[in-house]
């Protein structure tokens, strides 16, 4: 059987951009980070889970722009292991906010449904932020353009391949 069409992108962007990880199709769905720990044997703070935000450019209220079709993506690779402070995060990287994008603004922006956004492979450039917290593992996994494939890198080639800026993504204690 073939790849599907996401999958065979992602196999292309991936050895485009020197990736050496292991691309694995696996035989259900792994749209959440504990099922994709669970189907790969690994602990979940070992998955790199690609949040797509939308941040808005103005108040939408100012522009005329209730519908967020002005808004940004912004990709966020964090930990399985961890719950993302929006606000804490937006402050941070110096947005005015992280909005949760929705299914047809993630399509949009990365050509991929949510639950297998992976970190490369979009129609265009996202800036991109990682957590930190990712670098203790020897070996991550993350999605590979669908929800049932996911491949295995490590924390400097993925942000090698993304040009990830670190940023904590927990609040601040």
């Known amino acids: 059987m073939s790849d599907h069409p996401s999958i065979a992108r992602f196999r292309a962007e991936l050895e ?12 259900e769905s792994v749209h959440t980070a ?3 720990a669970e189907a790969l044997g690994c602990e979940v703070g070992a998955i790199a889970n690609s949040l797509l935000f939308a941040v808005p450019a103005q108040d939408p209220r100012t522009t005329g722009d209730p519908d967020g079709t002005a808004d940004t993506p912004l990709l966020l690779l964090t930990s399985g292991a961890h719950r993302v402070d929006t606000a804490a995060v937006a402050r ?10 929705s ?20 129609p265009a450039p996202v800036p991109t932020y990682l957590d930190p917290w990712l670098r203790r593992h020897p070996v991550v996994w993350a ?4 929800p049932a494939a996911v491949f295995s890198t490590t924390v400097e080639e993925l942000q090698r391949m993304t040009g990830a800026v670190e940023v904590d993504v927990e609040p601040a204690t």
């Open 16 to 27: 485009a951009r020197g990736g050496t990880g292991e691309v694995r199709v696996l035989p």
């Open 143 to 146: 999605a590979a353009g669908h």
């Open 92 to 101: 941070r990287i110096g947005v005015p906010a992280l909005r949760r994008a």
């Open 34 to 36: 504990a099922l994709a």
């Open 103 to 122: 299914p047809e603004f993630v399509r949009r922006h990365t050509g991929q449904v949510i639950g297998g956004v992976s970190p490369i492979a979009h």
